[in-house]
């Protein structure tokens, strides 16, 4: 008598307690049944590889003084030194104290703002005008530097700038020489850096709120909750696992900065290095005067090591309170 489907199942019973165990499919099996999902990846992955995981062996420049005549691998060690230089160095407390706070400074205008602008494009009901206004916001974000460091040297130009030439005369001021200001600086950078990546933060920050539920908001509105309480009391917190990875995100540059913005915006105003140089322009700069690569990569090292460290630890800080909320 042939056997029943369930006597067929009774081998894969785990001692008899009814639970039937999953058939384990060996990798072969696996790649023979999605071999066409696989190829589709391995571009990218390649891509990948030869992108970002190849030139990593290129950080062992950090640790020797590269002498072109004998190659990279010939040159000789010189262990931590590169490192003893960026830190022994007088100007290496003001170029990290200054790439902290300005980062720091971008992530609290970067969660904030954007986030307010996506809430008040969602409560937009002209979509027209909404998408107008995205557009608008967007623009910015894919100018580069070189191109805004004239744009506020329009605004800012001791003789013909908008601000000395038309602005303050009007108010009854005297003129400022905006370029040889440091005061002004830690104000103009962040509110640059604010209006740049506005558009980009925000579209993010808004297809998030596009994506929530409208039932809790119909519901809100049967109980009678305003606006104001809905954003506080369903959008917000909605959104924190989007605002926790946006955050982790830019936690791990923290010690990297935006050599654009530090380098051409202020335009190599010696007067204002005590507010505008960072790590990259300093070391960019110090490249330029001694012309020694292994500082360069001592330098970017140091800054990847330690990003990617506040990554982890944020992560678990995160993970800690919220596991759902955690990037990993």
């Known amino acids: 008598m042939p056997p029943t489907s369930m006597e067929a199942l009774a081998p894969a019973r785990a001692g008899g307690s009814g639970e039937i165990k999953p058939r384990k499919r060996s990798l072969g099996s696996i ?38 005549e004998i190659g990279i691998l010939n040159s000789p060690w010189v262990g931590l030194a590169n490192f003893k230089y960026l830190f022994r160095s007088p100007d290496s407390y003001i170029i990290i104290r200054n790439t902290l706070l300005y980062n720091s400074a971008f992530i609290l205008l970067n969660l904030t703002i ?38 506020v040297f329009g605004f800012m130009s001791d003789e013909h700038g908008y601000l000395n ?19 002004v600086w830690p104000i103009v950078l962040p ?3 604010t209006w740049k990546g506005m558009g980009y933060y925000t579209v993010i920050y808004l297809a998030a709120i596009i ?41 791990g540059r923290i010690f990297n900065a935006d050599f654009g913005l530090f380098f051409q915006v202020p335009r190599e105003s010696g007067v204002l290095f005590p507010v505008t140089n960072v790590i990259d322009t ?20 140091f800054q990847s090591v330690v990003g990617f460290i506040l990554v982890f630890f944020s992560n678990w800080v995160v993970r800690r309170f919220n596991s759902e909320n955690a990037l990993f």
């Open 31 to 68: 790649l023979r049944h999605y071999w066409m999902f696989y190829l589709m990846l391995l571009p990218g992955v390649a891509l990948l590889v030869i992108n970002n995981y190849i030139p990593m062996a290129g950080i062992i420049i950090a640790f020797k003084t590269v002498n072109y």
């Open 114 to 151: 954007p986030l307010a602008f996506a809430i008040l494009l969602n409560e937009l009901k002209n979509r027209f005008l909404s998408k107008t206004y995205q557009t608008i916001m967007f623009l910015p974000y894919f100018l580069s530097y070189i191109v805004i460091s004239y744009l």
């Open 165 to 183: 030439g038309t602005l303050l005369p009007a108010l009854g001021l005297e003129p400022v020489r905006w370029y040889f200001t440091q005061e």
């Open 191 to 193: 509110i640059i850096n």
């Open 211 to 251: 994506g929530i539920d409208d039932e809790y908001y119909e519901a809100a509105t049967i109980d009678g909750a305003s606006k104001w309480q809905q954003i506080a009391s369903i959008t917000i917190p909605l959104l924190k696992p989007i605002l926790t990875i946006m955050t982790l995100l830019q936690i």
């Open 282 to 301: 300093y070391v960019y700069r110090t490249f330029l005067s001694v012309g020694d690569v292994g500082l360069s990569s001592a330098a970017g090292l």
